[in-house]
């Protein structure tokens, strides 16, 4: 069964440090997505992306982060500049979306990349 | 804005008892409904979800859940608990309107005692 797969699975960096996050999203799906979740919290949106640029992002992704497909199968999450409170599990995922009308559907989740800054 | 509540934060039950977890949801219009399960150091894998239609929906694993508009929630259920369940679940919604952020709940925890 095809599954989103993302590496590393552990990144440790020191605070100010720029971090890219890798993710190969499921092939035939049109929607990508980085959520995080720290420690004993929720799991929040960042970021969706779709055609080649953002559609939707949420108060956390400011400008210290973007996010690119360089090839056609990788999605990828940069830090700029990374902070203590970046530290937190980061999930990629993706969707097919290819209904017109339907403006929601499954979201595949990967792993996930624990992010530890120091 | 969209809100989801799961309000019991761990859960204990017996191998072989039944369970169930609680939804509720704040939206506007009828929203899309998720359930997933986050085993301990591994992502999110979906195990129902509601779009439309009947408000009983079937999931992977034994699982089902009930959508009821009337009390803005989206239970999930299980008849007999295997020890394997234990878990971390997440209720989550998404919204309609070209919005496809889902909005996830804090968790419920859920132990399995032998």
């Known amino acids: 069964e095809p599954e989103v797969t993302q590496t590393p699975s552990h990144q440790v960096t020191q605070m100010g440090q720029e971090v890219i996050l890798r993710c190969v999203p499921i092939?035939?799906?049109?929607?990508f997505y980085w959520y995080r979740q720290i420690l004993g919290q929720k799991v929040e949106f960042l970021v969706s992306?779709?055609?080649?640029?953002?559609?939707?992002k949420s108060e956390i992704f400011d400008d210290q982060f973007s996010v690119e497909r360089p090839d056609g199968s990788n999605f990828t999450l940069k830090i700029r500049s990374t902070k203590l409170e970046d530290s937190a599990m980061y999930f990629c995922?993706?969707?097919?979306?290819?209904?017109?009308?339907?403006?929601?559907?499954?979201?595949?989740f990967g792993p996930g990349t624990r992010l530890t800054v120091t | 804005a969209q809100s989801v509540t799961q309000p019991d934060i761990h859960i204990t039950v017996s191998e072989g008892a039944s369970l169930e977890l609680r939804c509720n949801y704040s939206?506007?219009?009828?929203?899309?409904l998720f359930w997933y399960v986050q085993s301990p150091g591994q992502g999110l894998q979906l195990l129902l979800k509601y779009f439309s239609g009947d408000t009983l929906v079937q999931g992977i694993k034994g699982f089902e859940a009930e959508f009821k508009r009337s009390q803005s929630s989206f239970n999930l259920r299980k008849p007999s608990v295997h020890w394997s369940d234990a878990a971390e679940y997440f209720c989550a919604v998404g919204a309609v309107g070209g919005r496809r952020a889902l909005t996830f709940g804090s968790g419920t925890r859920l132990q399995v005692q032998p």
């Open positions: 992306f779709y055609n080649n640029e953002i559609s939707e």
């Open positions: 995922a993706s969707s097919v979306s290819e209904l017109a009308d339907q403006s929601v559907d499954e979201q595949y």
């Open positions: 092939s035939n799906h049109l929607y």
């Open positions: 939206y506007g219009a009828t929203p899309y």
